[in-house]
């Protein structure tokens, strides 16, 4: 007769026999992701904080500003970049983008993902993307859940270190009370040139 030790081992065998066939039949190739040296949110805005919440529990460090990323910048990115040009995302105002990006020209970087994320005169969300199409592909997430915030987080946690093609896409989502931000925000991943990957 079978202990009580063996008959649970044994469901626990027979539960995870759907999974081990799928995982050998599967005909999507594994897609590296890009390692992200860290994300930048803005405390400011209740999406960025959010965004950084999910980013956290993925295992992305997250660094908070108030709108400037003068500090962020000198004691740390630069400082980084010299040594070597490391992969950065954020969900930010325009401003700390607009900034990031003329800096990271200097150490051969690039705006490789830009989203804006607005709400629009009906009341919903409006998220006008540009980015890898195997990205942009799985961006449906965004229309999956009411805090897009997180959406764009687990988007950039996925985020392919090959970036071939590039294209547009916009995703109109329902919003949980228009002007939870107070402006419209844009998520980004810059990253080194693909020449130097």
Request: aromatic share 8%; with cysteine.
């Amino acid at each position: 007769m079978a202990s009580r030790r063996e008959f649970l081992q044994a469901g626990v065998a027979a539960s995870m026999l759907p999974i081990a066939g799928l995982a050998g039949t599967s005909s999507a190739p594994a897609v590296e992701t890009l390692p992200l040296y860290k994300i930048i949110f803005d405390h400011r805005f209740p999406s960025s904080r959010e965004f950084a919440a999910q980013a956290r529990t993925l295992g992305l460090a997250a660094h908070g500003i108030e709108g400037d990323i003068t500090d962020v910048w000198y004691h740390d990115l630069s400082l980084r970049w010299i040594q070597e040009p490391v992969a950065i995302g954020g969900l930010t105002a325009h401003g700390p983008l607009f900034c990031l990006e003329r800096l990271a020209w200097d150490h051969r970087m690039r705006v490789v993902f830009r989203g804006q994320h607005t709400v629009s005169a009906n009341g919903r969300m409006e998220h006008a993307l540009t980015g890898p199409q195997t990205l942009l592909g799985d961006a449906s997430l965004l229309a999956g859940r009411p805090g897009w915030a997180s959406s764009v987080a687990d988007l950039m946690a996925r985020f392919p270190v090959s970036r071939a093609d590039t294209c547009d896409r916009t995703i109109v989502t329902p919003t949980r009370a228009a002007g939870l931000d107070s402006e419209p925000l844009f998520s980004w991943v810059i990253a080194p040139k693909k020449e130097d990957l």
